[in-house]
T-cell receptor, first 112, second 114 residues
């Protein structure tokens, strides 16, 4: 069965600094991987997804993630944080036709 | 293009009352999911449907919870009787297929049981 682990329930970065949110997965087959963002009082919105094409995936709002099979990782990055990036971020994994399993989330705080 | 629509957005009721949460998925999506989100437990999958048929309800907490999908454009999640520990944000999501396609979430129903 697949699983996903997000390292750090809270991450703080300064405005303009690099954002790095970590996600490791476990899957018995090549997985589908997703990052979602949740703003206050809203549902989850898709940031980006990996479906076995390019290993570097670009998403909305300047975010990108790199699939590294050897490290079973799918970390989310953004070169320069903006105040509007403050939100909760969820990594998710799916084994082809199985359910999507969500991580516990990482709350990103942006310091002025 | 309308997204997933949930109603009501907020619900406050007293313990013991019946609560009904509603969801309209995106047209053409065959899968519908109900989630519960709390600070303590995070995001939990309660039940999901494929073509209006419940496939996996192993996440439903107990018999007080029930979900139905009478047609492709409507689903309900009922709690009867409600308890204070049911207070949470309940999300509905839909997707065109399982696995490879992302789920599209509604804005949720914030439920408070007094």
């Amino acid at each position: 069965a697949q699983s996903v682990t997000q390292l750090g329930s809270h991450v703080s970065v300064s405005e303009g600094a690099l954002v790095l949110l970590r996600c490791n997965y476990s899957s018995s087959v090549p997985p589908y991987l997703f990052w979602y963002v949740q703003y206050p009082n809203q549902g989850l919105q898709l940031l980006l997804k990996y479906t076995s094409a390019a290993t570097l995936v670009k998403g909305i709002n300047g975010f990108e993630a790199e699939f590294k099979k050897s490290e079973t990782s799918f970390h989310l990055t953004k070169p320069s944080a903006h105040m509007s990036d403050a939100a909760e971020y969820f990594c998710a994994v799916s084994d082809r036709d199985d359910k999507i399993i969500f991580g516990k989330g990482t709350r990103l705080h942006i310091l002025p | 293009d309308a997204g997933v629509i949930q109603s009501p957005r907020h619900e406050v009721t007293e313990m013991g009352q019946e609560v009904t949460l509603r969801c309209k998925p995106i047209s053409g999506h065959d899968y519908l999911f109900w989630y519960r989100q709390t600070m303590m437990r995070g995001l939990e999958l309660l039940i999901y449907f494929n073509n209006n048929v419940p496939i996996d309800d192993s996440g439903m907490p107990e018999d007080r919870f029930s979900a139905k999908m009478p047609n492709a454009s409507f689903s309900t999640l009922k709690i009867q009787p409600s308890e204070p520990r049911d207070s949470a944000v309940y999300f509905c999501a839909s997707s065109p297929r399982q696995g490879s396609q992302p789920q599209h979430f509604g804005d949720g129903t914030r439920l408070s049981i007094l």
